[in-house]
């Protein structure tokens, strides 16, 4: 009883901490948890949870978005260009890339003596015939001959 006594109160000092972003109208500043104001402090994060479920329930019809929330057009735009800001893709010029391309040459002369995958299967298809007959050659070499039936 004593865990869950402890879990809860954990919980609810959790949800207080994710909502203290969340400003009532009354200016309240946020109660500080403890174990006497763990009732208030339950009490606070419901009103601001019913604070934003209203907000966001005006935002269903397509044309509301965005404007439900109370955030005029200029710090809406605003807002979207210091994101995109830091979402910037650089292009590179052709002229990296001709540097790229001097490196390719230096690794083509190394990769002529790289072999391709069916030359290493060849050579161990090889390998493995190689131990096969020695096995067969030992195996005929410790059998003792047959005699002929008289």
Known sequence: MAKMLIDMKAGIGHL?????????????????????TVEEVLQQCELKLMKLMGRTRDLDDADGRGRAIGMDDGKYEEKLLAKSATDVRV??????????????????EMDEDVY?????????????????????????KNKPAVEPAK
């Not at 207080?16 to 009354?26: A, Q, V």
């Not at 001709?98 to 040459?105: A, P």
């Not at 391709?116 to 060849?122: F, I, L």
């Open 16 to 36: 207080g901490d994710k909502l203290t972003i969340i400003n009532l109208e009354g200016g309240e500043a946020p109660i500080e948890m403890s174990d006497e």
């Open 91 to 108: 292009k590179l010029t052709d002229q990296d890339q001709d540097i790229d391309d001097e490196d390719d040459d230096f690794d083509e």
């Open 116 to 140: 391709n995958r069916k030359h290493v299967k060849y050579n161990s298809e090889q390998i493995m015939e190689k131990q096969q007959t020695k096995q067969r050659k030992k195996k005929n």
